[in-house]
């Protein structure tokens, strides 16, 4: 991934309105060159209108694209070196595969000089479909059908890929499969990608970066696991993955001594209603006795039986997930998520690390 040159793409304070709905707002983002990039997000967070920009299918109501450095306002979409996947791979039936990989030549030579044909048969060994140049579309998989698709979208050679939910049509085993054959293939052209996905666990398998959005905007971009470990807000804490949210009142911050397990840390305690709960802070934090604040804590970081942190809550009920069961626990009326490999009943204390604790709002 280059990280000195000018952002492969970069959307600079790009608004996009309809009428009274404002689909992207003030939105500004940068993606490297060769960087997996992934838009995640609930339904009709602009995901989808953000990548129409980025092709040239729509054009920003304020606000610039560029590619590169050059803005590429008032370019159409063919002439922006991009290819695009849809969530309906659209293949034409009448056309064998090898004609539809073919048709992504239609208006530009093959990149390296090369007959149309050995291109095709490039594309079709890339997306682990040699041999299948004769079939007709219609007798292939839906993943077959997908990296079709793809193989006709790269076939100019175009400097970024767009793809935009390419797998929702897909069952979830395939999939699964699918996303890792995306990776690869990326990571072999070393193409900038970028990828609008709903499925926060897709957006984190396969990106190197990850923009969470929400109402037009994102709230997040940041590596997979500080996406997970930091969300930066609840919004995100709860988007992605299942999440504690907790929220009181810090009535002491408390260094801990050395005899203690996280000695030398700073804690904040945290009275939710009448409990009280110890917090990790930064070391630098100026958090102070009287300060409200919002923090969460993930499912697998609950511990059963904890001695300490203590809180005693309620089995309510319990889905088994194969590796794991996630639990539902009642605590005074609130609902908390807990994964244990063998999943408690009755009443539990559960506990957790000060350190397992991640702050997401704090106010004064
Ligand atoms: P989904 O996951 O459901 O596809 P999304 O995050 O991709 O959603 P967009 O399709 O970008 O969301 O839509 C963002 C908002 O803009 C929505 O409220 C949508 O109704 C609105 N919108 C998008 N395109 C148009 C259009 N052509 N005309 C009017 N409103 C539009």
Same mark, same amino acid.
């Given at each position: 991934?280059?990280?000195?040159?000018? *952002? $492969? !793409?970069?959307? &600079?304070?790009?608004?996009?309105?309809?009428?009274?709905?404002?689909?992207?707002?003030?939105?500004?983002?940068?993606?490297?060159?060769?960087?997996?990039?992934?838009?995640?997000?609930?339904?009709?967070? @602009?995901?989808?209108?953000? =990548?129409?920009?980025?092709?040239?299918?729509?054009? *920003?109501?304020?606000?610039?694209?560029?590619?590169?450095?050059?803005?590429?306002?008032?370019?159409?979409?063919?002439?922006?070196?991009?290819?695009? !996947?849809?969530?309906?791979?659209?293949?034409?039936?009448?056309?064998?595969?090898?004609?539809? #990989?073919?048709?992504?030549?239609?208006?530009?030579?093959?990149? @390296?000089?090369?007959?149309?044909?050995? +291109?095709? +048969?490039?594309?079709?060994?890339?997306?682990?479909?040699? @041999?299948?140049?004769? /079939?007709?579309? &219609?007798?292939?998989?839906?993943?077959?059908?997908?990296?079709?698709?793809?193989? /006709?979208?790269?076939?100019?050679?175009?400097?970024?890929?767009?793809?935009?939910?390419?797998?929702?049509?897909?069952?979830?085993?395939?999939?699964?499969?699918?996303?890792?054959?995306?990776?690869?293939?990326?990571?072999?052209?070393?193409?900038?990608?970028?990828?609008?996905?709903?499925?926060?666990?897709? $957006?984190?398998?396969?990106?190197?970066?990850?923009?969470?959005?929400?109402?037009?905007? *994102?709230?997040?971009?940041?590596?997979?696991?500080?996406?997970?470990?930091?969300?930066?807000?609840?919004?995100? $804490?709860?988007?992605?993955?299942?999440?504690?949210?907790?929220?009181?009142?810090?009535?002491?911050?408390?260094?801990?001594?050395?005899?203690?397990?996280?000695?030398?840390?700073?804690?904040?305690?945290?009275? #939710?209603?009448?409990?009280?709960?110890?917090?990790?802070?930064?070391?630098?934090?100026?958090?102070?006795?009287?300060?409200?604040?919002?923090?969460?804590?993930? *499912?697998? +970081?609950?511990?059963?039986?904890?001695?300490?942190?203590?809180?005693?809550?309620?089995?309510?009920?319990?889905?088994?997930?194969?590796?794991?069961? /996630? !639990?539902? =626990?009642?605590?005074?009326?609130?609902?908390?998520? =807990?994964?244990?490999?063998?999943?408690?009943?009755?009443?539990?204390?559960?506990?957790?690390?000060?350190?397992? $604790?991640?702050?997401?709002?704090?106010?004064?």
């Amino acid at each position: 991934m280059n990280r000195t040159g000018p *952002p $492969a !793409v970069e959307l &600079d304070g790009v608004t996009r309105r309809y009428g009274e709905t404002t689909a992207v707002d003030d939105l500004s983002l940068a993606v490297r060159e060769g960087e997996f990039f992934t838009l995640v997000g609930p339904s009709g967070c @602009g995901k989808t209108t953000t =990548l129409r920009l980025i092709a040239g299918f729509e054009d *920003p109501t304020q606000g610039e694209v560029r590619f590169s450095g050059e803005s590429v306002t008032g370019v159409p979409p063919e002439d922006r070196d991009v290819g695009v !996947v849809f969530q309906n791979y659209a293949l034409f039936p009448h056309m064998t595969v090898g004609e539809n #990989v073919a048709y992504g030549l239609s208006f530009t030579d093959p990149p @390296g000089g090369g007959s149309a044909e050995a +291109r095709v +048969r490039e594309l079709l060994e890339l997306v682990d479909l040699g @041999g299948m140049a004769d /079939r007709d579309p &219609d007798t292939l998989s839906g993943g077959q059908q997908q990296r079709v698709a793809m193989a /006709r979208a790269l076939a100019p050679g175009p400097d970024v890929l767009l793809l935009d939910e390419p797998m929702s049509a897909l069952d979830a085993k395939l999939r699964e499969r699918l996303r890792v054959q995306v990776r690869e293939i990326q990571q072999e052209l070393g193409i900038t990608t970028i990828y609008v996905t709903h499925d926060q666990e897709e $957006a984190l398998a396969v990106s190197d970066r990850v923009a969470v959005m929400r109402d037009g905007t *994102p709230e997040q971009v940041a590596p997979p696991r500080t996406i997970y470990r930091e969300p930066a807000t609840e919004f995100v $804490a709860t988007f992605v993955g299942d999440n504690n949210v907790l929220s009181g009142e810090v009535t002491a911050v408390r260094s801990t001594d050395a005899a203690d397990a996280d000695s030398g840390q700073t804690i904040a305690d945290v009275t #939710v209603d009448s409990t009280t709960l110890p917090v990790a802070l930064e070391a630098d934090s100026d958090l102070s006795s009287g300060d409200r604040l919002t923090f969460c804590v993930r *499912p697998e +970081r609950l511990a059963v039986d904890a001695d300490r942190n203590a809180l005693t809550a309620t089995v309510t009920s319990a889905e088994f997930l194969g590796e794991t069961t /996630r !639990v539902h =626990l009642d605590w005074d009326g609130r609902e908390l998520l =807990l994964r244990a490999e063998d999943p408690p009943t009755g009443t539990v204390t559960v506990g957790f690390a000060p350190t397992d $604790a991640h702050i997401v709002d704090r106010r004064s």
